[in-house]
């Protein structure tokens, strides 16, 4: 019971991370219809940032996030501005070539990373990078307790920029209807611009706060790109607490699994993978298609 | 022959620098043809991946799993007494196999979600194959003493590329590359017109991948000794996939084109380090260049130069006679 309740308490922690990690990718793809996958190199990216400040000025890796992030907002509008705004707009799903596209920036940043930092492995070492605390028996890491903080605060504060502001409803709008929203006013190739900027700087933080748990390289990303993937598809391709939930899912389907099985740790990854497939596979509207369709089969009994 | 010539006008070119090809053994050097061994494995590559990727449009990033069981599959059967030449079709065989079980679960998927799904299934098979035991893991697998002959392998991967243009080609006549194309076109259009899309869909994975195999399994004759480093290598698998699309995807020259432009930057890229260490940069920026300006490549870029430049008197007569 013990060993249940400490493994669900880490399962949260992660969770946390894996929810601002993919609340980017839904972003955008909820107004652009654009899967981004250049957001594993911009994970990456910001994470040589905190890593280069954390060095050159012995910047906290969560302090420095104050200066990741909105530069990485002007990155992302920057991006817009230049590549994305040039691609035809696609009806109905994403298209290939917004896909690869952003598979070209993606090959474009770890170049630059290379260029700059050469490709050896980083982390970052802080004075409580080891520290742990006893909770429930179990020990919890002091970064992994600060990440899940940090994830809590920008995603509570995100969704009041969603739901209390005009910029906020603007987004969802275009999110959900890009017509009507037309229809009402919202200039959406601006909304589009600041939902590429927001979508950016998540990826920014997740990678800044990834940066104070792993090692990095130029690499760096590939498997969290994956996972946000199938987070955002578990939760439904666009809706906010879609994300949260998706990521609990993910989370504690990962962390009880190693748990509680004998799959080696060099498999862990390959859940994501398997329950990215066999979730588009079976549902492809995700957990609310899911229960949408169970909810009307009772109804109908 | 003649209408042939029309839909191909590069057809005599083609067999021309096929013959070049075959006789090359008897006047080129050694350094020459290595690079005509490679480009003839690009071609392979390209041709193949382009029959899914470009004809049905369904962008697969992990073909390099298909380099890799073929070479896998040539190293351990020599191992065991076998001639290199017996093992591919055997290893063809088994990337078929493995082609209609990944493809199963995600030909079910549409679009950038298939894409999306092969990248997983590509970093799944690159750490399985790291770490089971047969395969050598990361130290990798050399080929038995006794197996190298280079000029035979040449013949072999020249043939090959010969073998999989004229396939593609021949496929492209039928109905079976007319249910590509509309399954690239509009899938439920096609679905409603009698083609079931996840039966071509599949059998086209399974003969591109069988071709892939066979170009990884002389692959692994030719280098003696393959690693997941060298055959599951990440820019292996970004060159299959780049080749098609800059130099036209869903097209019959496209992928040949973009097979000669890589081939040559292969060459630039191994004899500088400078550029070496920039190719990343080179890919990216031509993949963005490409979907920004001409999605449809090389092949796309060549035709709008057509367009613009006045047309010849003779052709114009001969296509007048051949609409009326």
Redesign the interface.
């Known amino acids: 019971m013990q060993k249940f309740v400490v493994v669900a308490l880490n399962s949260l922690l992660a969770a946390g991370l894996y929810a601002t990690m993919s609340y980017g990718l839904a972003v955008i793809y909820g107004v652009m219809r654009i899967?981004n996958l250049a957001h594993a190199g911009l994970m990456m990216l910001a994470a040589y940032a905190t890593w280069a400040l954390n060095d050159r000025f012995a910047l906290d890796p969560f302090l420095s996030m104050l200066v990741v992030a909105p530069a990485f907002f002007l990155l992302g509008m920057a991006l817009y501005a230049t590549?994305i705004r040039?691609?035809p707009r696609s009806q109905a799903?994403?298209?290939?070539?917004?896909?690869?596209?952003l598979?070209?920036?993606?090959?474009?940043?770890?170049?630059?990373a290379?260029?700059i930092w050469g490709g050896d492995t980083q982390s970052i070492l802080t004075p409580y990078t080891m520290e742990s605390v006893q909770l429930f028996g179990g020990r919890f890491g002091v970064p992994q307790i600060l990440v899940f903080g940090v994830s809590i605060l920008s995603l509570v504060g995100l969704n009041l920029v969603l739901r209390r502001t005009f910029l906020g409803k603007a987004i969802r709008a275009v999110t959900q209807n890009r017509d009507a929203a037309m229809l009402s006013g919202v200039n959406a190739g601006q909304i589009a611009a600041v939902a590429f900027g927001i979508g950016t700087a998540f990826a920014a933080m997740a990678g800044s706060m990834l940066s104070t748990l792993y090692a990095f390289t130029p690499?760096f990303g590939?498997?969290f790109l994956?996972k946000a993937?199938c987070i955002i598809v578990l939760g439904g391709m666009e809706s906010f607490t879609g994300v949260a939930v998706g990521a609990l899912v993910l989370a504690f389907i990962e962390n009880f699994a190693s748990a509680y099985t004998s799959i080696?740790v060099?498999?862990q990854?390959?859940i994501?993978?398997?329950l990215?497939?066999?979730v588009?596979?079976a549902a492809?509207g995700g957990l609310p298609g899911l229960w949408r369709k169970l909810d009307r089969r009772v109804v109908a009994r | 022959m003649s209408a042939l010539l029309r839909r191909h006008p590069l057809l005599p070119v083609g067999l021309a620098f096929g013959a070049f090809l075959l006789f090359a053994p008897v006047f080129a050097e050694r350094g020459t043809e290595n690079d005509l061994w490679n480009m003839s494995f690009f071609v392979v590559l390209a041709a193949a991946w382009n029959l899914l990727g470009g004809f049905a449009g369904q962008v697969s990033l992990g073909y390099s799993a298909f380099v890799g069981i073929g070479a896998y599959t040539t190293v351990l059967l020599a191992k065991a007494g076998w001639s290199p030449w017996l093992t591919l079709p055997v290893g063809a065989a088994l990337a078929a196999a493995f082609s209609v079980v990944v493809g199963l679960p995600t030909f079910r998927l549409r679009g950038p979600y298939f894409t999306i799904a092969t990248i997983g299934v590509g970093e799944a098979v690159r750490v399985i194959a790291s770490g089971l035991d047969f395969t050598g893991g990361s130290s990798g697998l050399r080929m038995p003493p006794g197996t190298f002959d280079f000029t035979a392998n040449y013949y072999g991967m020249v043939g090959l590329a010969l073998v999989t243009l004229v396939l593609v080609a021949w496929l492209q006549q039928h109905a079976f590359g007319l249910a590509l194309e509309a399954i690239r076109q509009d899938i439920d259009g096609a679905e409603a017109l009698g083609v079931n899309s996840t039966q071509v869909k599949l059998q086209a994975h399974a003969i591109s991948s069988a071709l892939v195999a066979v170009a990884g399994g002389l692959f692994a004759t030719n280098f003696q000794y393959i690693s997941p480093g060298s055959v599951f290598d990440f820019r292996l698998s970004l060159t299959i996939v780049l080749m098609p699309i800059v130099g036209g995807m869903g097209t019959l020259t496209g992928p040949v084109l973009g097979a000669m432009l890589f081939s040559y930057l292969q060459i630039k890229l191994l004899a500088s380090p400078a550029l070496r260490d920039s190719y990343l940069f080179i890919y990216g920026g031509l993949l963005i260049v490409v979907m920004l300006f001409e999605p449809r490549g090389i092949v796309g870029l060549l035709d709008r130069l057509r367009a613009r430049l006045p047309r010849r008197r003779t052709q114009a007569v001969a296509e007048a006679h051949g609409a009326g």
């Open positions: 899967i590549l040039w691609l799903g994403p298209s290939i070539q917004s896909l690869l596209l598979f070209g920036v993606w090959l474009v940043l770890q170049n630059l290379y260029a690499d590939r498997s994956l993937f080696p060099s498999y990854d390959a994501s993978f398997t990215l497939v066999v588009l596979v492809p």
